[in-house]
């Protein structure tokens, strides 16, 4: 897979292992798997941290977990099914729905960091070491219509909140803050996450989405 080249900078996209253990028992540098998807006349950005290891995937693209619940918050809001982007009788997802879908909605993905270690094997962002942060400057430069960001996890949030200064500390579930990038006025969403782990049911997770979708969709 080529970079991901756009405004502003390269992102090496390879999905590769970087080194080995080097005696120093450092767990191995991995390099983000996916390009960016940047979709014409994106209005949201959703980020997240960094893709599960492969063997969690069900397919090879963004929240790949099939435990994760994103794909069926969008499938209640948008079409009152949680499982209208799930492929009948198969624990996967339906991958060119998704996309076919992002792109009609003006819908932009990515993730926070490019290169991380795994402390500990999983996905967990306490278990993450980011070795490379993402452009986030080039990648809403790539993004001129973009009028809001949605960070998915803590880790996610902290890496964007520090990057541009802004205070999200008191920011509540389900709001916003506006924030100012080279003369553009943004919005930060905070919005619960799409993990099982996080404890809410999923139709009320879709309830707190909704309020972003209709404010910027």
Same mark, same amino acid.
């Given at each position: 897979? *080529?970079? %991901?080249? /756009?405004? !502003?900078?390269?992102?090496? @996209?390879?999905?590769?292992?970087? *080194? $080995?253990?080097?005696?120093?028992?450092?767990?191995?540098?991995?390099?983000?798997?996916?390009?960016?998807?940047?979709?014409? !006349?994106?209005?949201?950005? %959703? &980020?997240?941290? /960094?893709?599960?290891?492969?063997?969690?995937? @069900?397919?090879?693209?963004?929240?790949?977990?099939?435990? *994760?619940?994103?794909?069926?918050? =969008? !499938?209640?809001?948008? =079409?009152?099914?949680?499982?209208? =982007?799930?492929?009948?009788?198969? $624990?996967?997802?339906?991958?060119?729905?998704?996309?076919?879908?992002?792109?009609?909605?003006?819908?932009?993905? =990515?993730?926070?960091?490019? +290169?991380? +270690? +795994?402390?500990?094997?999983?996905?967990?962002?306490?278990? &993450?070491?980011?070795?490379?942060?993402?452009?986030?400057?080039?990648?809403?430069?790539?993004?001129?219509? @973009? +009028?809001?960001?949605?960070?998915? !996890?803590? &880790?996610?949030? $902290?890496?964007?909140?520090?990057?541009?200064?802004?205070?999200?500390?008191?920011?509540?579930?389900?709001?916003?803050?506006?924030?100012?990038?080279?003369?553009?006025?943004?919005?930060?969403?905070?919005m619960p996450s799409s993990s099982r782990a996080y404890p809410m049911a999923v139709e009320k997770k879709a309830v707190y989405y909704k309020r972003m979708f209709d404010?910027?969709?």
């Amino acid at each position: 897979m *080529n970079p %991901m080249k /756009f405004q !502003g900078g390269v992102m090496n @996209c390879t999905g590769k292992i970087d *080194n $080995k253990e080097d005696g120093t028992g450092e767990p191995e540098i991995e390099s983000h798997p996916f390009e960016p998807w940047l979709p014409e !006349g994106a209005r949201l950005l %959703m &980020l997240g941290t /960094f893709p599960p290891a492969p063997k969690r995937w @069900c397919m090879p693209w963004y929240y790949p977990n099939f435990q *994760n619940d994103m794909w069926r918050i =969008f !499938g209640i809001l948008f =079409f009152k099914d949680k499982e209208h =982007f799930i492929v009948p009788d198969e $624990k996967r997802f339906d991958l060119p729905a998704i996309q076919d879908f992002l792109r009609l909605h003006h819908i932009a993905i =990515f993730d926070t960091a490019l +290169r991380i +270690r +795994r402390m500990k094997g999983t996905a967990s962002d306490k278990d &993450l070491e980011i070795v490379e942060p993402t452009d986030l400057d080039g990648l809403l430069r790539s993004l001129p219509q @973009c +009028r809001g960001v949605l960070t998915a !996890g803590q &880790l996610a949030t $902290k890496v964007f909140t520090d990057h541009y200064g802004i205070n999200a500390r008191h920011l509540k579930m389900g709001e916003y803050m506006e924030f100012s990038f080279e003369g553009r006025t943004l919005r930060l969403y905070r919005m619960p996450s799409s993990s099982r782990a996080y404890p809410m049911a999923v139709e009320k997770k879709a309830v707190y989405y909704k309020r972003m979708f209709d404010d910027l969709l």
